[in-house]
């Protein structure tokens, strides 16, 4: 009874840990992606806030 137990408890470790690493690879991957991507999210961030302020601009004429 008692092996059995203790097999259980290695493979929830096991498990865990497996569970970690792929959690991790997946942050360095988007990390990865972002560092990449970064520059044409920022043309776009300022493109957005570019429109946000004309908006903005166009209903304080209207006021």
Same mark, same amino acid.
């Given at each position: 009874?008692?092996?059995? =137990? ?13 569970? +970690? +690493? ?14 990449? !991507? !970064?520059? #044409?999210? #920022? !043309? ?5 806030? =570019? ?9 304080? #004429?209207? #006021?």
């Amino acid at each position: 009874n008692n092996n059995n =137990n203790n097999n259980n408890i290695e493979n929830d470790t096991t498990l865990l840990t497996t569970t +970690t +690493t792929t959690t991790t690879t997946t942050v360095e991957f988007k990390v990865k992606t972002t560092k990449t !991507s !970064s520059r #044409k999210r #920022k !043309s776009n961030i300022i493109n957005d806030t =570019n429109n946000d302020i004309t908006k903005e601009q166009a209903i304080s #004429k209207k #006021k």
